[in-house]
C-alpha cells in the first residue's frame, strides 16, 4: 500500500523561504505525475505545482508562478517543493499525491505564513 508523507513545514515570516518534501513508501514516485496540493482554512484543497514523470511537464498555479519551484529527485525518491517570497496568503496545509493515482492522502505538513 502507497504511503506519501509530506515535511518540510513551519512558521515563517512573509518573504521567508520554506522546501518541502514528499517521500513515499511501496511506490517509485519517479513513475508519477506527482502533484503538491494545499488547503487553507475554511477552504478546499487546490493544487498548487505538479511535475511529470519524465520531468519536462511542469505546472504552477498562477498564485505561486516565479516564487516555488517543483522539483524531484529520483535517488532519495523525494519530490521537493522550494517556496520562496512567501506570503501570508500561502499558508494551510500541504500535501502531495499521484495524479491519476488512488494513492490515500498523507497528513501534510503545516505551513504558516505571518508576521
Known amino acids: 500500500q502507497v504511503q506519501v508523507v509530506e515535511s518540510g513545514g513551519g512558521l515563517v515570516q512573509p518573504g521567508g523561504s520554506l522546501r518541502l518534501s514528499c517521500s513515499a513508501s511501496?511506490?517509485?514516485?519517479?513513475?508519477?505525475?506527482i502533484g503538491w496540493f494545499r488547503q487553507a482554512p475554511g477552504k478546499e484543497r487546490e493544487g498548487v505545482s505538479c511535475l511529470g514523470d519524465s520531468d519536462s511537464d511542469i505546472f504552477y498555479a498562477d498564485p505561486v508562478k516565479g516564487r516555488f519551484t517543483i522539483s524531484r529527485d529520483n535517488a532519495k525518491n523525494t519530490v521537493y517543493l522550494q517556496m520562496n517570497s512567501l506570503k501570508s496568503e500561502d499558508t494551510g496545509v500541504y500535501y502531495c499525491n499521484g495524479y491519476g493515482s488512488n494513492w490515500s492522502w498523507g497528513q501534510g505538513t503545516q505551513v504558516t505564513v505571518s508576521s
Open positions: 511501496g511506490v517509485t514516485l519517479g513513475d508519477y505525475t
